[in-house]
């Protein structure tokens, strides 16, 4: 019976860091630039365009700054610093 307790208490654990229990998003649907500290996930609750962002890229990729990203859409990035919007509004989840 413990283990069951053990199992079930580890996995409310792993679904509050990845759903940010605890921690409350950051709500942006301004044009001015927001400082976030180690964000991990932006959702976006409208159609959304970028102006900027600024986050810890592994490799070089593709820019998101002028990418329109649809209502429900969310990407993970390796700790988000800074966005601003043209448009829109999201949520940043943070570690």
Do not use: W
Request: glycine share 6%; proline share 1%.
């Amino acid at each position: 019976m413990a283990d069951l307790k053990d199992l079930k208490r580890e996995i409310q654990r792993l679904a509050d860091l990845t759903l940010g229990a605890n921690r409350s998003p950051v709500f942006i649907s301004g044009t001015e630039a927001v400082t976030i500290a180690q964000g991990y996930c932006i959702h976006f609750k409208e159609e959304t365009i970028m102006s900027a962002i600024t986050y810890d890229a592994d490799t070089a990729s593709a820019t998101l700054v002028g990418e329109t990203f649809v209502a429900g859409d969310r990407i993970f990035l390796k700790n988000i610093s800074s966005v601003e919007l043209t448009s829109g509004a999201v949520l940043i989840y943070k570690m």
